[in-house]
């Protein structure tokens, strides 16, 4: 069975401070892992992907994930939070060779001033 | 490129009546799927489609729901009659068959049944 685990509903940080948005999965097959941004009143936008390359990830706006299977992990983070990143955020994960989607119930990031 | 488009992007109906929802997909994409988002159960999927022959509808609520997929750049997701616990904001989404591509979502459809 397949399932994926957003450790945080609420996250808050400053504005510059590091972001950090957890994730766990479980998986009984290799999994492609994937991070989503829904701004209010927006759909989902990919941020980045893991398909078993490398297991560090980029992806848009700064923001990176590691995949760490030992950990069944897949966190996000970014450097320096900035304003335009508040949103929330998806963490998915799906089969190898299936487009089927699992979404986490998501993280919302308030970033203050 | 035109990503995923929907319409309309706001429906207000009265319960009763039929809502139809529409989407193209990305050109050459050959999934397309249906979710639903409240607040109370997050994101779920209703429907996928792939190369327009429905594969999974295990998670259409009721008979009340049905989708289509008349060709490969058209799919409707009808609610007849409408119940007020409909209301939610629906989306539509589309991938390639390639194994691991991401699923491109549409800004999706408002939907409130009074």
């Known amino acids: 069975a397949q399932s994926v685990t957003q450790l945080d509903s609420h996250v808050s940080v400053s504005e510059g401070t590091p972001v950090l948005l957890r994730c766990n999965y479980s998986?009984?097959?290799?999994?492609?892992l994937f991070w989503y941004v829904q701004h209010p009143n927006k759909g989902l936008q990919l941020l980045l992907k893991?398909?078993?390359?490398?297991?560090l990830v980029k992806g848009i706006n700064g923001f990176e994930a590691e995949f760490k299977k030992s950990e069944t992990s897949f966190h996000l983070t970014k450097p320096s939070a900035h304003m335009s990143d508040a949103a929330e955020y998806f963490c998915?994960?799906?089969?190898?060779?299936?487009?089927?989607?699992?979404f986490g119930s998501g993280t919302k990031l308030n970033v203050k001033p | 490129d035109a990503g995923v488009i929907q319409s309309p992007r706001h429906e207000v109906t009265e319960m009763g009546q039929e809502v139809t929802l529409r989407c193209k997909p990305i050109?050459?994409?050959?999934?397309l799927f249906w979710y639903r988002q409240t607040m109370m159960r997050g994101l779920e999927l209703l429907i996928y489609?792939?190369?327009?022959?429905?594969?999974?509808d295990s998670g259409m609520p009721e008979d009340r729901f049905s989708a289509k997929m008349p060709n490969a750049s058209f799919s409707t997701l009808k609610i007849q009659p409408s119940e007020p616990r409909d209301s939610a904001v629906y989306f539509c989404?589309?991938?390639?068959?390639?194994?691991?591509?991401?699923?491109?979502f549409g800004d999706g459809t408002r939907l409130s049944i009074l």
């Open positions: 489609f792939n190369n327009n022959v429905p594969i999974d």
């Open positions: 893991y398909t078993s390359a490398a297991t």
């Open positions: 998915v994960v799906t089969l190898y060779n299936f487009n089927k989607f699992y």
């Open positions: 989404a589309s991938s390639l068959v390639e194994s691991n591509q991401p699923q491109h």
């Open positions: 050109s050459g994409h050959d999934y």
């Open positions: 998986s009984s097959y290799s999994p492609s």
